[in-house]
């Protein structure tokens, strides 16, 4: 017996209704709460989902992506922040490569700024990534390299290709390649260049809380890219100025990509986390 008296019709057809209401508000998007929590939505978690890996760029780890992370989840999605050792797009990228050939079933690969250079070597051959998404990122053709994609572009990087030390702390580590040192992005090149639309006492944090890119990444070519055989997404933020927009568009539009355009900084992973993951959770429904 399942306890229901049928003679409370309108308590029934109140319980199917209020289901129903159920239901259409769970495709809806999460709500997220003040502190940063964010409220499961009742319709995800079905099987058939692809798994969402996340790479993070230079002078950076995967924390960057915590707010997508979180909005993620939230929808049902296994999500995966990649390792990303920045030594160079040779070893970078093998490194993802290792890490992607893990994971069973499809794979939407997003990746910001330097990762995009790295995402876009270690998906190539990969038939379970069904979609990149590019963002505030580099998609380089076969043979290019960060400096010659940075030469004449604006970047607040550019100067360094003539005076490292007027962009970067220089750093020895050990086991460098011949000629290679660690480069970290001096506090006001960061603030002003990277993180010019996050509060100031936030870029202040991230400023110094830098992981290191070794020189060397800056002059390895790319490989075969990936995004002449898998379908490309790209979020652009028009206040880049590590990425300049036009250098971001010729790019994205060599790609082929579906592209978003939103008011944020090279760091619009972390202030504008929604509209970041909406792009996401696009390329992720086409793969279905």
């Known amino acids: 017996m399942l306890g229901i008296s049928l003679r409370r019709p309108k308590t029934i057809a109140a319980t199917l209704a209020a289901a129903t209401l159920v239901?259409?508000?769970?495709?809806?998007?999460?709500?997220?709460?003040?502190?940063?929590?964010?409220?499961?939505t009742p319709d995800e978690g079905h099987d058939g989902k692809p798994t969402i890996v996340l790479v993070h760029g230079a002078w950076a780890d995967g924390s960057s992506w915590s707010g997508e992370v979180r909005r993620l989840q939230a929808r049902g999605f296994e999500v995966q922040v990649a390792p990303q050792p920045n030594r160079g797009p040779t070893i970078d990228s093998g490194?993802?490569?290792?890490?992607?050939?893990?994971?069973?079933?499809?794979?939407?690969?997003?990746?910001?700024?330097?990762?995009g250079f790295v995402a876009s070597d270690a998906a190539t051959g990969n038939s379970n990534v069904k979609a990149l998404v590019f963002v505030d990122?580099?998609?380089?053709?076969?043979?290019?390299?960060?400096?010659?994609?940075?030469?004449g572009s604006g970047s607040v990087l550019e100067p360094a290709l003539t005076d490292p030390t007027s962009v970067f702390k220089l750093v020895p580590f050990p086991g460098a390649p011949e000629g290679a040192v660690d480069t970290y992005v001096l506090p006001k090149v960061f603030i002003n260049g990277f993180a010019n639309d996050l509060p100031r006492r936030q870029?202040?944090?991230l400023a110094v809380s830098q992981s290191a890119l070794a020189t060397n990444a800056l002059a390895e070519p790319a490989t075969e890219p990936a995004w002449k055989t898998i379908p490309v997404w790209a979020v652009i933020g028009t206040e880049d100025r590590v990425i300049p927009p036009a250098s971001q568009e010729k790019m994205m539009e060599r790609a082929g990509a579906d592209i978003t355009r939103i008011d944020a900084s090279h760091l619009?992973?972390?202030?504008?986390?929604?509209?970041?993951t909406e792009v996401i959770l696009k390329a992720a429904r086409a793969t279905a």
């Open 203 to 205: 870029a202040e944090v």
């Open 137 to 151: 990122a580099f998609a380089p053709d076969k043979g290019e390299t960060v400096e010659e994609l940075t030469a």
């Open 268 to 276: 619009g992973l972390i202030s504008h986390p929604d509209e970041v």
């Open 95 to 115: 490194y993802l490569k290792d890490f992607l050939s893990t994971i069973e079933g499809p794979i939407v690969l997003a990746a910001h700024s330097y990762g």
């Open 23 to 40: 239901t259409v508000l769970g495709s809806a998007a999460p709500h997220v709460f003040a502190d940063g929590r964010v409220q499961p």
